[in-house]
């Protein structure tokens, strides 16, 4: 039985050659497909072509690239990361005057992107964008998504997904030994861009609550974006009991997660959060917001504590209660570890699901 030629059309950045991790993804998708992947970064080794620009060219001069890919590769299904990238590729389908059978991916609430991420010149073309992102999702001739939040996103424009499981990803940072008990010190850990999405403001007014109850504790955030004043303001405020590294590789999160008492994400909307499922690998406990997909991962009172998004006394409330009763958070350390098993895949298994979904969408 012969591969359907599949084009992968995403906004991913990538880096040639890919690291181990990626390869191993891209290696068992390619043995299931005849496969080309359209995506941000630079350089072309036959299998990726990568082509420069951020938002929004890039999404600017999209529809002209996979019109090449069209003409030049001619897949069977174009494989699109976000209803983004699949009006990108119908408008290409209109440019090479081909047709595209189209899988949309449903990542998380494409929304956010003009509302919750980057500039706040976004919003100037938030009505176009959201528009041309509803039609993709009404075209689309497969749909998948990673959760049941993402799935109540496609049913709301009247579509119903055509499976629903979550992407591989690189668990071998996270799971290569077994998780240890938690520190001595209290410390709440955040990992994550720091972008609106995230509600890195709400979190750092809540720790401001948060901190003056819980003498010795420490907040550790990781990650960096437009929200870096938030941070060196804290910093400022709180410095004993604030650290922040701007980027750490996967080896040294999973590191940073021993030494936690919990992670932390107060964001306002997430698709299926990945750093959940690292810090469930880990034996870590969440304090996290009833918002997008993070009920879906988090069951409150076993695997963590969620609060309100936006209420930040009640993320200070949830952060003291955890980082100072010693056995609340082992109980739910102990369920966040039983759940982690339920959320990681082998590429083979995720690549295989891949090749079913493409099929259905052929058919």
């Known amino acids: 039985m012969s591969k359907p030629r599949v084009l992968f059309v995403s906004r991913t950045s990538y880096r040639l050659p890919l690291d181990a991790p990626l390869a191993r993804k ?6 299931e497909l005849d496969l080309r992947v359209l995506a941000a970064g630079g ?24 019109a090449r890919e069209l003409r030049n590769f001619r897949p069977d ?11 990108a590729a119908l408008a290409g389908g209109r440019l090479a005057r081909l047709p595209v059978r189209l899988l949309v991916e449903v990542h998380g609430d494409w929304r ?20 041309a992102a509803r039609l993709a999702v009404r075209r689309a001739d497969a749909i998948r998504t990673v959760s049941p939040f993402t799935s109540s996103l496609v ?15 690189d668990e071998s940072a996270f799971d290569a030994q077994p998780a240890v008990g938690l520190p001595a010190t209290p410390r709440a850990l955040f990992v994550g861009v720091l972008e609106r999405y995230k509600n890195v403001a709400g979190l750092a007014r809540a720790w401001r609550l948060a901190a003056p109850r819980v003498p010795g504790a420490i ?21 004993a009991q604030t650290r922040w590294d701007e980027r ?55 695997s963590g504590l969620l609060v309100e998004p936006g209420d930040e006394s009640a993320l200070a409330d949830a952060l003291v209660r955890l980082l100072s009763d010693r056995e609340l ?22 690549a295989r699901r891949m090749r079913e979904l493409v099929d259905t969408a052929l058919r």
Request: proline residues 9%; aromatic residues 6%; negative net charge.
């Open 26 to 31: 891209w290696d068992a998708l390619a043995e």
């Open 43 to 66: 350089g072309d080794d036959g299998r990726f072509r990568l082509v420069p620009g951020r938002s929004p060219a890039f999404y600017l001069t999209l529809p002209r690239h996979v």
């Open 77 to 87: 299904v174009v494989v699109a990361q976000s209803p983004y990238e699949a009006s």
């Open 112 to 131: 956010t992107a003009t509302r919750l991420y980057g500039s706040p010149l976004r919003r100037l073309v938030e009505p176009i964008a959201l528009a």
């Open 155 to 169: 049913r709301s424009l009247g579509r119903e997904p055509t499976a629903t499981f979550t992407t591989y990803f």
């Open 219 to 239: 907040l550790h955030l990781v990650g960096r974006g437009r929200e870096r004043r938030i941070v060196e303001e804290l910093l400022t405020d709180l410095p």
């Open 248 to 302: 750490l590789a996967p080896p040294q999160v999973a590191a940073a997660l021993d030494e936690a008492t919990l992670l932390v994400l107060p964001s306002h909307s997430e698709g299926l959060p990945r750093v959940v499922m690292e810090a469930f690998a880990r034996g870590r406990p969440v304090v996290g917001a009833r918002a997008g997909g993070i009920p879906d991962v988090v069951e409150d009172g076993v």
């Open 329 to 350: 958070a082992e109980r739910l350390a102990s369920g966040a570890g039983a759940a982690a098993a339920e959320w990681l895949q082998t590429p083979e298994v995720f």
